[in-house]
């Protein structure tokens, strides 16, 4: 009975509170959608409506502007757009005036959405209480997201260049890091992206898991496209087998979970080569050796040792061949440089403990020579005790080579 009661309570509160209401839809396709949204009076406490307005806060503002609003009076009067855009592409109806018939809708027609449609509605409504005074009411605010599928162009993916002497095509050197790098149109919202990796011969693609960065930007700064993205993603990747293939995926986090399944992708593929040791005997079979009849291909052979695949007999062995003289090359330099830092090492400590020396000496004869104000000084060990002391004459100096040494104006 009481229940009753208070339900009863409740729905004529409900009855009676002038409600604002909006309809719109919580996402629209920017290729084949249509948006249409409804500003209209519920619940019967209204006596007169005297103007209905939508209004919309972009995602990149900060506060509601009508963009759309219908008046009476004057009675009978067309909605009026406030915003150009919405309305060189917008149909509209509307009327304010007796309860029964107020509203105020307009449509944008599919292929004519863009992103500048996208964000928060309301609709808001004045109207003429029981003793003639203004009144508004405002409804919840309706968030419509501009959404976008991926378009067809396929992911532009590079790897490193070959890091082989006189290759061209993804050749490198097994135990080296190589970068990828991959940049697609994502669509909105922007869809993921990976990389996968399948050595030959596998049967799965397997995700690359040392993603660098993963950076999203929109396609175009023309404000109807600035809610398509594009996506760019890099990762290192250490070459182990002897071929494999690399994939760039863009893909539906929910329904392309796993490498090998996506929305788009672009494949290349990869050899790798044999590290060359510096083997001093090689260098010298490239001279004298002329017997092997190998011929190698880099782009065809990934298992060949350094001595095959160097030495050809035809005449494209000879790119090779210097290839080889490069890397030997190479090794000696390195082995150099090593030499090179080893000395510079000694060298710098050497002369550190030489100026040690020869600062204390300095220190030592001065000290000797000289006659104190203060009397028996402290024990001098080093340049910065000495500066320390203020007591004294001024008997020393900065050298040209920034040492200190005994002024000369001291003794004249
Ligand atoms: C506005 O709403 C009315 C009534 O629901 C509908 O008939 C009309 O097509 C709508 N007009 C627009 C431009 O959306
Ligand atoms: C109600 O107020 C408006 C101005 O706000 C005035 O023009 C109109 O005459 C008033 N109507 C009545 C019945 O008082
Ligand atoms: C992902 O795929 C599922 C299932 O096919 C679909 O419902 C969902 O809308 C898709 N999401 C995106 C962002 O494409
Ligand atoms: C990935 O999922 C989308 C739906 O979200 C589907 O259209 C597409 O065909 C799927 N791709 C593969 C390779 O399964
Ligand atoms: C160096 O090369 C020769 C032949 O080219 C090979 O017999 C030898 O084992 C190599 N030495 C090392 C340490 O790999
Ligand atoms: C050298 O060998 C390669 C690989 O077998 C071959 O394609 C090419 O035609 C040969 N060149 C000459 C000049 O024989």
Known sequence: MREAFVLFILFIAQGKAQVANLEAPAQVDVVN??????CAPSGNGFNFISRLEIKRKLVSESSYITILYVEDPPKGSDPVFRDNNLALKATTEGRAGRVSGALLNFSVSAGRVTCEDGGSYQCKITHTGANNESLTVTSASVNVAVVANPSSGLPVFDLSPSNVPGSTDNVYLK????????QSEVGSPARPMRFCHRPAGMPNFLPVSSTQSDVVTPVSTEPGKICILSRTIVATFAIADNAGEFSCDVYNATSNASCGTYLKTSVRSYSGQEYPYCNASNADSTTTTTSTTT?????TTNSLSIDETFIAENSSGVSYTGGLSLLLLG???IFLSGIMVAVSAI???KAKKLR??????????TYDSVRFNAGPG???SSLEDLKEQTQHRQIEELDSDGYMVPSMTTYK
């Open 33 to 38: 959608g249509e948006l249409v949204v409804k």
């Open 175 to 182: 135990g080296t890091t190589i970068v990828l790098i991959c």
């Open 295 to 299: 011929t190698a291909s880099p782009t």
């Open 331 to 333: 090794c000696a330099l």
């Open 347 to 349: 060298l710098y400590i």
């Open 356 to 365: 040690k020396e020869a600062e204390m000496s300095m220190i030592r004869s």
């Open 378 to 380: 402290p024990n001098y």
